[in-house]
């Protein structure tokens, strides 16, 4: 049987996978100042409009918090500048000492006093690192992110507001970081299984109490995922800053389990394409769309 990884295709670093790394971050880091700073490949810092300013803007800065929002990691340091980090289709960050041996395709290190290292690691180089204004931030994608799936689920009044008359898959519209940012395709698919929704129902088809349970399983899931520390796949592009995986992968309902029995009903999962990504369900537990 071919692996997950094979059955699945790379991973892309979710919610729970960037706040893992955010929580394991900020204690070792917050209050240290940034020493020196490295970048492997110039396609990382890519978003800088000066390349220079990466270096210039970190040297010498206290981190003072480590934030997120959706996937994206915000380091905020002293004199109001803010590290700006997505870990793209394939990144993890590591916490090393400055002997330690790099991993392949450490593209950006920061290093900070008391000899320790931030390492964003990236073999793909889809990630990001920027070094921003509070006026640049005002205006990079970030400000145009919907709430944050975590700390900010809207209520389900307005959530069923922000689907009424899209006709878009339900599934698509989860995976819109403009509507709820944090998502992606495995928790998505989760999170549907959860609730009992097709993924390919137009948005606007759901009525309010279908809704209700899109909403309601979005908390569960996602604080699943980050009690595991996020989702390692066989590949491990994603593990946590320590090294070690996340667990969540043999917790999975849906996601990769094509051909494997639901865990809910024994009905064998099915996989099919929308908007050019996989989208797993159990044909029983969630029964496809049928309009009138």
Do not use: W
């Not at 996937?71 to 109001?80: C, E, H, I, P, V």
């Not at 494997?260 to 009905?267: A, H, I, N």
């Amino acid at each position: 049987m071919p692996s997950l990884s094979s059955r699945m295709g790379r991973q892309v670093p979710e919610l729970p996978e960037v706040e893992s790394s955010r929580r394991y971050l900020e204690e070792p880091l917050v209050g240290r100042s940034v020493t020196g700073v490295a970048v492997g490949r110039a396609r990382m810092i890519r978003h800088q409009a000066i390349p220079v300013d990466f270096t210039s803007r970190l040297l010498g800065r206290k981190l003072m918090a480590v934030d997120r929002k959706g996937k994206y990691l915000l380091l905020r340091f002293d004199a109001d500048m803010t590290l700006v980090m997505h870990l793209g289709m394939s990144g993890r960050l590591q916490l090393a000492l400055p002997g330690e041996e790099c991993a392949p395709h450490s593209n950006v290190v920061i290093g900070f006093d008391d000899e320790i290292e931030l390492r964003l690691v990236d073999p793909r180089t889809f990630g990001f690192a920027v070094a921003v204004t509070p006026e640049e931030l005002a205006v990079h994608s970030v400000a145009r992110l919907g709430p944050d799936a975590l700390n900010a689920l809207p209520r389900t009044s307005a959530f069923r507001t922000a689907l009424r008359e899209r006709t878009a898959p339900i599934k698509s519209l989860l995976l819109d970081q403009r509507i709820i940012a944090g998502l992606g395709n495995i928790y998505a698919d989760e999170v549907l299984f959860r609730a009992r929704v097709h993924g390919s129902r137009p948005g606007g088809s759901l009525n309010g109490e279908e809704v209700r349970r899109v909403r309601a399983a979005i908390g569960p899931v996602l604080k699943a995922g980050l009690r595991a520390g996020g989702t390692s796949l066989d590949d491990l592009a994603y593990l946590l800053p320590d090294g070690r995986a996340g667990e969540y992968l043999q917790r999975l309902r849906v996601y990769g389990r094509s051909g494997l029995p639901c865990r809910s009903c024994g009905t064998p999962i099915e996989r099919m394409v929308l908007g050019q990504r996989s989208h797993f369900f159990c044909r029983t537990c969630q029964p496809p769309f049928r309009p009138r």
